[in-house]
């Protein structure tokens, strides 16, 4: 199935760790020339080379995705030098828990700027490419959060919410155009993300609440990812659901 992808070209948003770092592995092993955005270049750098060294297609381009004018510089590099933009993994985000009461609100901006304008951003710069091609697909990745609202989660659940009715409007928008959109849910995955909380004792919390269960690997959404791309073109997944076993809720 994977074969389905081969020479396709994806952009892969947040690349450089966790769940976009694993997609893009991912997504080169099927054939796919992947460009990986994110603002640590070094992360990126080292990640070009184990690709290529397995004979994958990259390209490594520093992007700040909270600043349109850099993803739209993204989107025109992908498109000069490859041709063509298959597949858009808006993956990229932060999630910085905490109380509303007493919060530091540069975290919300954080959050809504990256998790929202960032993902909106970028979807706005691919879609003359895609429609112009009459094909492409877009893959958000949400959260379990973006269905369920959680103690200290207002504002990252906001944004995770966000992502799910843009990710639906934009389906019925671009659906004519042969354009697939798809958002990916996960439950909690062994990554960064937990780490950059800036709250002390949300972050302790995060972190038990984590260790308390046999996470998913960030491998494991990439499988998802993968799996909904390689459908036919006549099948949009629309969203996917995934959970550790052991979690709840
Ligand atoms: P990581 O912290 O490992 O990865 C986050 C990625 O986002 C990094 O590559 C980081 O790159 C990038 N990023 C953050 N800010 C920016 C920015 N301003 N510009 C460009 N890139 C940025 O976490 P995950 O892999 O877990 O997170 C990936 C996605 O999965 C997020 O959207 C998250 O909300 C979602 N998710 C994660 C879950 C989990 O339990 N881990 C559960 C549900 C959803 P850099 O810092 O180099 O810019």
Known sequence: MTSRLANQVAIVTGAS???????????????????????????LTTLSQQIQDQGGTVMAIETDIADEVQVRNLVQKVQTNWGQIDILINNAGV??????DGADTEDWRRMINVNVLGLMYATHAVLP?????????????????????????AVYCATK?????????LRQQVSSDNIRVTIVEPGVVATELVQHITHAETKDMAETFYGSMKTLD????????????????????????????????
Do not use: W
Request: charged share 15%.
């Open 129 to 153: 490419v895609m429609k112009a091609q009459k094909s492409g697909h877009i893959l958000n990745i949400s959260s379990v959060a973006g269905r369920v609202v959680q103690p200290y989660g």
């Open 17 to 43: 760790s966790g769940i976009g770092e694993a997609t893009a592995i991912a997504l080169a092993v099927a054939g796919v020339k992947v460009a990986l955005a994110a603002r640590r270049v070094d992360r």
């Open 95 to 100: 999630m910085l828990l905490g109380p509303i």
């Open 161 to 169: 919410f966000a992502v799910g009715a843009f990710s639906e409007s």
């Open 218 to 249: 960030s491998e494991d959404i990439a499988s998802a990812i993968v799996y909904a791309l390689t459908q036919p073109a006549h099948v949009n997944v629309n969203e996917l659901l995934i959970r550790p076993t052991q979690q709840e809720r």
